[in-house]
């Protein structure tokens, strides 16, 4: 760890909580965003910017940018898990349900890292785990009920928001049991480049086609989310996995999606009734007893 790194983890409970804000507001700004470009359009042109950007600024700060070639399968899983599949996902759930739904399902990502820990490495769960992943299960149904009654393809919307928080916690269990020894900037610099690529393929066949003038408030948003959350907040997040406990570092998906909700409602107008309440609740509660684990277990 380099003196910089040294500094920042001094402040890395401060960090987190700003991580938590980044993303919670973000998920508004790239619903307005995507009123002008398809899903896979907006995605192909941040993310390998994204990535192009932390590896000049890693070549800028002097990191070596190779990657030992034992590890390119482990980044490929995790790229495409994670950053490409939650990328994908969770921006068509975007067009099909609230900003604030959206979020809640995708970060749902801790119960899914439960269950993917039990299925590839034998990792049992006990009954406080399995309370956590049913009342996490009772939040996705209750903002399932009035998200059927009220939006025509909502069941696309669900399912596109599970399965990001599934990729997410897929590559999340692959690194922690696989990790790859290499400067954060670094690995956080290639995983968002490779996993443009299946971005952008999926873009050139499945995308609008399009050529376009963005409007100045859909520019602003591809800038703000190309630097900000996307660049900025994935090098801090897997710069806090390494400089917080799990435990700690893992309050940030308690917060995301309630602050996406709240942010949805006061940007979009989204719903914001009892309902999302109750399902707010529900996962928190979940993912509460998922996280904060009794001294004798920690």
Not at 270 to 280: K, R, V, Y
Request: aromatic share 12%; hydrophobic share 60%.
């Amino acid at each position: 760890m380099d003196v910089q790194d040294a500094r920042l983890k001094r402040h890395a409970p401060w960090l987190m909580a700003l991580l938590t804000l980044i993303w919670g507001t973000n998920w508004p700004v790239i619903a307005l965003a995507v009123r002008e470009v398809s899903a896979w359009t907006f995605r192909a042109l941040t993310l390998p910017v994204a990535g192009i950007l932390l590896l000049l600024l890693a070549h800028r700060r002097k990191l070596p940018l190779a990657i030992p070639r034992q590890h390119w399968p482990m980044l490929l899983c995790s790229a495409w898990a994670f950053l490409a599949l939650w990328n994908v996902a969770t921006t068509l759930a975007l067009t099909y349900i609230p900003s604030g739904q959206a979020a809640l399902l995708g970060f749902t990502m801790p119960l899914w890292a439960a269950l993917w820990s039990w299925l590839l490495f034998g990792h049992t769960l006990d009954g406080r785990q399995w309370l956590a992943l049913l009342l996490g299960t009772a939040g996705v149904i209750v903002l399932m009920i009035p998200a059927f009654a009220s939006y025509a393809h909502a069941p696309l919307g669900l399912v596109y928001g599970l399965a990001s928080g599934a990729g997410w916690a897929l590559s999340t269990v692959l690194l922690k049991h696989r990790p790859i020894p290499v400067p954060t900037t670094v690995l956080t610099g290639w995983q968002l480049l490779l996993a443009s690529v299946p971005v952008i393929i999926g873009a050139w066949l499945l995308g609008d086609h399009q050529w376009f003038m963005p409007s100045a408030s859909s520019l602003a948003a591809f800038i703000y989310i190309t630097l900000v959350p996307m660049l900025f907040g994935n090098l801090l997040w897997f710069s806090l996995i390494q400089w917080l406990p799990p435990q700690l570092v893992s309050l940030s998906p308690i917060m995301i999606p309630m602050v996406a909700m709240v942010s949805g409602a006061i940007v979009l107008n989204e719903p914001l009734g009892w309902q999302q309440w109750l399902a707010m609740m529900l996962s928190a509660s979940g993912l509460g007893l998922m996280l904060f684990r009794r001294s004798d277990r920690s």
